[in-house]
């Protein structure tokens, strides 16, 4: 197994489902951009083996990791969407 940003991934999923909740854009560079932004305010948590995976995943599920990560993600939903850097608002 290659090393893997477990929290990347994490934050990926939950932003996908958060999303679904929200009025905003949700084109690619918008995604992106809320990724990014979520990303730079939660630690990476690296893993190079199934079994790590498998713990920071049930880590990620624990009520204060979930609320940090949801806090973070929502933060940047509202950031990129006050500010998308596409010219069309509209889009997506």
Do not use: W
Request: proline share 2%.
């Amino acid at each position: 197994m290659a090393l893997v940003n477990m929290t990347e991934i994490i934050v990926k999923e939950r932003l996908e489902e958060l999303l679904k909740e929200y009025d905003c854009c949700k084109c690619e560079i918008c995604f992106m951009d809320m990724l990014a932004v979520a990303l730079n305010q939660i630690k990476p948590q690296y893993v190079n083996t199934k079994k790590g995976e498998l713990l920071k995943r049930i880590d990620a599920v624990s009520k204060q990791n979930s609320v940090d990560i949801d806090i973070a993600i929502i933060k940047a939903i509202e950031i990129v969407r006050n500010s998308p850097h596409h010219e069309n608002k509209e889009e997506g």
